[in-house]
């Protein structure tokens, strides 16, 4: 059983794509990663390691502060130390990010009724974009025309975060900054799609994002 748990929620500013690295001929180069009913989902694995970079660039800031050793200590038992055996994989058990499960609920519920197939779902949520490289001359290169599915702007996704122990202030408070610096995901998220908004949600579905923050920035200034 979990000492604790929230939830991070995160909506969709810019395309994206959560990809499963491979396609269907003729049609798409890369796909999305979806459930049994076409819904789209990011894995838990995979966001864990997403938080873990937004956490990484917290930490630099505060070592060139003079101040991060408190705070690698929290990061640590958060995540995990890299490379260690199984008890160093950390406190935190991170979800999959997923719709909001109301959404979801309503989704299987058509597609077991045969209202809606799951292709119909995949293509309501999600588009197919199209890029190709262009050279110095500001021409397409020939043969690099790539499509991608991508999900649509403003989709919502929520994923449990599990503790398997109490988290101190310390601890709390750099996962709500670590959430605030969560600002992307899925593939070229560097390149501008991706783009998101994220917040700390306590099992009664109220924002603690800026109560845990604020237990960050109170040790940060002290």
Same mark, same amino acid.
């Given at each position: 059983?979990?000492?604790?748990?929230?939830?991070?929620c995160?909506?969709?500013?810019?395309?994206?794509?959560?990809?499963?690295?491979?396609?269907?001929?003729?049609?798409?180069?890369?796909?999305v990663?979806t459930?049994?009913?076409?819904?789209?989902?990011?894995?838990?694995?995979?966001?864990?390691?997403?938080?873990?970079?937004?956490?990484?660039?917290?930490?630099?800031?505060?070592?060139?502060?003079?101040?991060?050793?408190?705070?690698?200590?929290?990061?640590?038992?958060?995540?995990?130390?890299?490379?260690?055996?199984?008890?160093?994989?950390?406190?935190?058990?991170?979800?999959?990010?997923?719709?909001? *499960?109301?959404?979801?609920?309503?989704?299987?519920?058509?597609?077991?009724?045969?209202?809606?197939?799951?292709?119909?779902?995949v293509?309501a949520i999600?588009?197919?974009?199209?890029?190709?490289?262009?050279?110095?001359?500001?021409?397409? *290169?020939?043969?690099?025309?790539?499509?991608?599915?991508?999900?649509?702007?403003?989709?919502?996704?929520?994923?449990?975060?599990?503790?398997?122990?109490?988290?101190?202030?310390?601890e709390?408070g750099?996962l709500?900054?670590?959430v605030l610096?969560?600002?992307?995901?899925?593939?070229?998220?560097?390149?501008?799609?991706?783009?998101?908004?994220?917040?700390?949600e306590?099992?009664?579905?109220?924002?603690?994002?800026?109560?845990?923050?604020?237990?960050?920035?109170?040790?940060?200034?002290?």
């Open positions: 059983m979990t000492a604790q748990s929230v939830w991070l995160f909506a969709l500013e810019s395309a994206a794509t959560f990809g499963r690295g491979d396609g269907i001929p003729g049609l798409v180069d890369r796909e990663t459930d049994g009913a076409g819904c789209p989902y990011l894995h838990g694995r995979t966001l864990k390691g997403l938080l873990g970079e937004a956490c990484a660039d917290v930490l630099y800031a505060l070592r060139n502060q003079g101040s991060g050793s408190q705070w690698t200590a929290a990061a640590d038992a958060l995540f995990g130390v890299p490379g260690s055996t199984a008890t160093g994989t950390g406190k935190m058990r991170v979800g999959h990010a997923r719709l909001p *499960e109301a959404l979801r609920t309503a989704i299987a519920a058509e597609v077991a009724r045969k209202h809606w197939t799951r292709d119909d779902v293509e999600s588009a197919i974009r199209r890029q190709t490289a262009i050279d110095a001359n500001g021409a397409p *290169e020939p043969h690099t025309l790539r499509s991608m599915r991508v999900i649509l702007r403003a989709t919502p996704f929520e994923a449990r975060l599990s503790f398997d122990a109490e988290i101190s202030p310390a709390r750099l709500a900054a670590s610096g969560f600002r992307r995901a899925g593939t070229a998220r560097n390149r501008g799609r991706g783009r998101l908004t994220a917040r700390l306590n099992d009664e579905r109220q924002d603690v994002t800026a109560a845990w923050y604020a237990l960050f920035r109170e040790e940060v200034c002290a």
